[in-house]
């Protein structure tokens, strides 16, 4: 018999992170939206804390990891990052660092792929039915780990120490002429980077490049300019070809 419940932290600009966090959970818990500020949270030690961020760069997103820290406590902890088939490098020490630093007992993590927020055809339909099927069962297994009689261990992931030196790509979505100034990449931009009465510009200084903008714009109005997708594809294409399978620490 097992009582505990989730609570999950979730950053999903594109929804390829939610759409593990919800396998794993069976859609149970709380969810807590890190693309807005987060409130001060205190998590219940009779909690399962879930934070599930993707990779940028082998690194999670800082402002994922800012309002990561709003969420304390000294209960279990599952630490999942979502990767576009390239590599996740050090994202996952990273989050389970953080969330050792926020009080939680890491006792699981977990690397799975989804299609790449930049380039969708690399790892496109991912996740697919049994990335999310090893999601059900990843979550499923931590779940049997907190239920046996002695105390769970913790996890170290693999990565590296210092962490990659990644500052972000140097290019970030534009507006076309399609563009009706609907305000919807706005509202919904996790970093306020457009301004919501000039939704064709978008702050350099801001932008982290997640790309919601360009996947939730009905118009199909914005874009990474050619030259940078392109040479993004091409790299990727090489270095993401061939497809990378779930795995977990438990
Ligand atoms: C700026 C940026 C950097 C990325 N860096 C990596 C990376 O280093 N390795 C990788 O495999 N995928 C990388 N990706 C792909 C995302 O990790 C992947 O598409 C993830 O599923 C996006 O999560 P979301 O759908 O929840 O937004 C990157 C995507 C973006 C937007």
Not at 46 to 70: E, K, N, Q
């Amino acid at each position: 018999m097992n009582d505990r419940h989730w609570l999950s932290a979730l950053f999903s600009p594109t929804g390829g992170t939610a759409a593990i966090a919800k396998a794993i959970t069976g859609g149970a818990g709380q969810v807590v939206d890190l693309s807005v500020p987060a409130p001060d949270t205190p998590v219940p030690a009779s909690a399962v804390m879930l934070a599930a961020v993707p990779v940028f760069g082998g690194r999670i997103p800082a402002v994922a990891l800012d309002r990561l820290a709003a969420l304390h406590g000294s209960g279990p902890a599952a630490a999942v990052v979502v990767y576009g088939n390239r590599a996740y490098e050090d994202a996952l020490l990273e989050l389970c660092d953080a969330l050792t630093g926020a009080g939680f007992q890491v006792i699981a993590a977990a690397a799975f792929v989804a299609q790449h927020s930049i380039v969708p055809a690399i790892a496109a339909g991912r996740p697919d039915e049994s990335d999310l099927e090893a999601a059900a069962r990843f979550g499923q297994a931590v779940l049997d780990k907190l239920a046996q009689p002695v105390p769970p261990t913790l996890v170290t992931p693999p990565g590296n120490l210092p962490y990659k030196d990644w500052k972000g790509v140097p290019f970030h979505p534009a507006a076309g002429e399609s563009c009706i100034a609907c305000g919807l990449c706005a509202s919904r931009c996790p970093v306020g980077a457009i301004p919501p009465g000039q939704p064709g510009h978008t702050d350099p200084e801001r932008c982290i490049t997640c790309m919601r903008c360009v996947s939730l714009c009905p118009r199909k109005a914005r874009a990474i300019p050619a030259p940078a997708f392109q040479a993004t594809a091409a790299m990727l294409s090489e270095k993401a070809a061939a497809p990378r399978q779930p795995e977990w620490f438990l």
